[in-house]
């Protein structure tokens, strides 16, 4: 669905986008991920066909995106970060406009900014100004607008940003229902977001790809340790140096007592778990467990483990 090769972007001379290669399959959602400035929102407008590239190449559904842009603009549907909405247009008169503009008529466009309205919550503001509306409303707009033309392709450029809780949530369902007849390129910097819906994750850092896998195997291929989190009851001073004997334990932590149940915290060597040894040897010893959990590395440690390192 996409393909994009050594792309990159200099603005006077900065270089925002660092040849980037990476591509897309039909279907999938993929999370555009990385801090302020990384080249997310750069690469979206470039792939959109708003900003021609500096050099490299990238192609949506087999057309190149600067070459044949209008062919590109049909299969994408394009939110961009700051949506340019018309303030001073109700909602459904701007979205028939746009609708308009994407080649739409009569019943049929009717019709579809009806659906478009509804699959984003927007039908009870449809007469109200833009202008008057709240962010999160303005956001859903926007979105509405980028699925008009019912595009293979979404492109968008932190959809969820400026949402309350309840309304990300909304716009992840969205998502997830636009799946497999969509696919979905959007960037964030929330980590959990791309948790919640991705199904691979491209990290992107000063312009570069720092990764491009499964939010799974990031997280899982990580070399930081992972952690088990136990709650026991033990006699003894040498729980926690019984503890560290076992194989793959790095290090063992107790965080608190409360009324003789001790937490302890076990650091445990990357890819290894420790929770069916740990359980053998409180049986041996004669203590008691009654919590015990693995915790698995967060993207969020695996994308500051990557850019420390880069
Ligand atoms: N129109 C422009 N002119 C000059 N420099 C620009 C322009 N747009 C972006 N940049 C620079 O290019 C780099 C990448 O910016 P970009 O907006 O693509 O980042 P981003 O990943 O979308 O960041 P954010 O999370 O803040 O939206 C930044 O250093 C930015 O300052
Ligand atoms: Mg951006």
Known sequence: MIDVQDLTKQYAGRTAVDRLTFQVEPGQIVGFLGPNGAGKSTTMRILSGYMPPTSGRATVNGHDVFHESIAVRKSIGYMPEMAPLYTDMKVKEYLRFRAELKGLSGREMRQRV????????ITDVRRRLIGHLSKGFRQRVALADALLHKPPL????????????????????????????????????????????????????????????????????????????VELRAGGDDVLAKIEALPNVRKATQDGEESGWRTITVRVEANQDVREPLMDLALKQGWKIRELHRQLPSLEDVFIELSAAD
């Open 154 to 229: 979404l492109i968008l450029d932190e959809p969820t940003n400026g949402l309350d809780p309840v309304q990300i949530r909304q716009v992840r369902d969205l998502l997830r229902s636009l799946k497999p007849a969509h696919t979905i390129l959007l960037s964030t910097h929330i980590l959990q977001e791309v948790e919640a819906v991705c199904d691979r994750v491209l990290m992107i850092h000063h312009g570069r790809i720092l990764a491009n896998d499964t939010p799974d195997r990031l997280t899982r291929g990580l070399r930081a340790a992972s952690v088990v989190q």
């Open 114 to 121: 009806g659906e478009v309205m509804d699959l984003c919550t």
